[in-house]
């Protein structure tokens, strides 16, 4: 069964860093597709950033330039991180795993979510 | 990029059908997902590539595609179906493949 487990939320100020981990258990990170999605308080989903099996990264416009996805494989560990964090990058963030079929692809397991505030 | 267009809120009466509708810019989109959200809780996947049941989500879950709108639709309503519905798509038009998310429909149980 796979399990994954966000960590690394918190309270920060703007103009700061934070990194989010994402420890993955019951199957291998480096071949499958993860994003990290995120939800304001309230507010919906947003995909955020991607990281393909093949090593490949994509990011919304709201975040690109400002956050990069990484992982490593030998802790099968997805990492996000996130600089000059903003007011509106406040968000609970989750990682989730895709499975693709017919040529599309869908978030199957998600982690519970790690909240990250910022504010002065 | 898909943009995908949800109503805000759904509310039905128990033992009613609940439709809710995912429109917009999915033309030429392979499929359709869907997911529940509870409160407190990390959004499931309910249907999948259109009209495929995830484990364990009951046949009174089903969804549509017409022209320009895909709908979920929710036979017999029970208390237990009050959550926020999200459709996705897979956007292939942009430089790198990535999910779309609709804005969510807040599902209420008179």
């Known amino acids: 069964e796979a399990q994954l487990v966000e960590s690394g939320g918190g309270l920060i100020q703007p103009g700061q860093s934070l990194r989010l981990s994402c420890e993955v258990s019951?199957?291998?990170?480096?071949?499958?597709?993860m994003s990290w999605v995120r939800q304001a308080p309230g507010k919906g989903l947003e995909w955020v950033s991607i990281l393909y099996s093949g090593g490949t990264t994509f990011y919304a416009d709201s975040v690109r330039g400002r956050f990069a996805v990484s992982r490593d494989n030998s802790k099968n560990t997805l990492y996000l991180q996130m600089e000059n964090l903003k007011v509106e990058d406040t968000a609970t963030y989750y990682c989730a795993s895709h499975y693709c079929t017919g040529g599309s692809c869908y978030l199957d397991d998600w982690g519970q979510g790690t909240l990250v505030s910022v504010s002065s | 990029s898909h943009v995908l267009t949800q109503p805000p809120s759904v509310s039905v009466a128990p033992g009613q059908t609940a439709r809710i509708s995912c429109g917009g810019d999915i033309i030429g989109s392979p499929s359709v997902h869907w997911y529940r959200q509870r409160p407190g809780q990390a959004p499931v996947v309910v249907i999948s590539s259109y009209n495929d049941r995830a484990s364990g989500i009951p046949e009174r879950f089903s969804a549509s595609y017409s022209g320009n709108t895909a709908t979920l639709t929710i036979s017999g309503v029970e208390a237990g179906d009050e959550a926020d519905y999200y459709c996705?798509?897979?956007?292939?038009?942009?430089?790198?493949?990535?999910?779309?998310f609709g804005g969510g429909t807040k599902l209420t149980v008179l």
């Open positions: 996705q798509v897979w956007n292939t038009r942009g430089a790198v493949d990535h999910p779309v």
């Open positions: 019951g199957f291998i990170i480096s071949d499958n597709y």
